[in-house]
């Protein structure tokens, strides 16, 4: 599965680095390594600078807005950003640099993706979020909190 998504981000937009790094998660689980693709991240997010900007934004509502959205992590914000433009045609994103209209749209997918429970790590094609955040309280918590903001 993890060879088909980068074969796939490869093939639409051209040779990636073959590197990842093993981040150790020393405060959640110190025994557990996290394997981050983050040259596959900046090859999706490339020459995409509203896109970028929208991740800051939505990042950015979070820190404001604090509780309970500050249990929401960046990578699974940036994963729902760039499953967007994975979905969308190469092109489309060069073209369409409506930053309101993409926010509303990244936006609305990270409520559905929360609210579904379900939210696909780009490379892994695994749902991070219960990785992410455990408690189903929580979610549903967050899911609600996000609902209200849409």
Same mark, same amino acid.
């Given at each position: 599965k993890c060879q088909e998504?980068?074969?796939f981000i490869q093939e639409r937009y051209g040779e990636v680095k073959d590197q990842c790094l093993a981040i150790c998660l020393h405060k959640a689980e110190p025994n557990r390594f996290q394997i981050d693709f983050h040259e596959i991240e900046k090859k999706i997010l490339e020459e995409k600078h509203f896109i970028k900007m929208i991740i800051r934004l939505i990042k950015y509502l979070r820190n404001v807005w604090?509780? $309970?959205l500050n249990v929401l992590p960046?990578?699974?914000?940036k994963s729902v950003v760039m499953q967007k433009v994975l979905s969308e045609d190469k092109d489309y994103w060069r073209r369409n640099q409506n930053l309101e209209e993409n926010f509303r749209e990244c936006f609305a997918e990270l409520v559905e993706s929360v609210e579904r429970g379900f939210v696909r790590d780009v490379v892994w094609g695994v749902n991070i979020l219960e990785v992410k955040i455990k408690? $189903?309280?929580t979610m549903k918590?967050?899911?609600?909190?996000?609902i209200s903001l849409k």
């Open positions: 998504r980068l074969q604090s509780e $309970p960046s990578h699974v914000i408690n $189903p309280r918590y967050l899911a609600e909190s996000l």
